[in-house]
């Protein structure tokens, strides 16, 4: 919705998006090719010279496809019953895959089998719909699929297992009047969301 209301607001500018893992994005920005990360905030932070602000928090839920045998029950599943299928998990270092690891820790279970691991929505999106698979990410990240019943939530994480979702950018950096009013919006979309 920012990018939109962004290039409604400058039809003239022209916006590069570069998705990746935070690890394949943070020395881009430190170098200055990237003017800003939008994502999962990091605890610690990178470093001294990286600010972190804040946009809202998400509260991560675990996902599979809408026909998948825990989604068909009436009653929630236990952690016990996640643990029998196997999960798509994000990289080592990545706030979700933090997460996951404490949604079955917290429970006193050991961590399920996680035979795929990947970052990419889209990628996670064509894996649950074609196996028994189970994944934890935000629903804003798949809302077209749970919209559309390709996708369904299995089960809500617990409320402390949220993360908090922000700008990234290097300490100092100063942002034109353009990437200042894109900064606004994102934040006046945060706001309402």
Known sequence: DAVVAFQQ????????????AHRELIEPLRDGDLDLLIGALR???PGPDIEQAP??????????RANHPL?????????????????????????????????????????????????????????????????????EQVRLELDAGLLGVVADTPPHLKRTIGVTTRTGWRPTPMQADFLRLLHDLAQTS
């Open 71 to 139: 989604a068909a029950r009436r009653r929630r599943p236990t952690l016990s019953d996640l643990r029998r299928y196997p999960w798509i998990v994000p990289a080592p270092g990545a706030p979700l895959r933090e997460q996951w690891r404490r949604l079955f820790q917290d429970g006193g279970l050991d961590l399920p089998d996680a035979p795929i691991e990947c970052g990419s929505v889209i990628t996670i999106r064509q894996i649950l719909l074609k196996s028994e698979c189970l994944t934890i990410l935000s629903r």
């Open 9 to 20: 607001q400058w039809p003239d500018a022209r916006i590069a998006i570069a998705e990746g």
């Open 55 to 64: 946009l809202f928090e998400d509260h991560p839920c675990v996902i599979a």
């Open 43 to 45: 605890t610690p932070s």
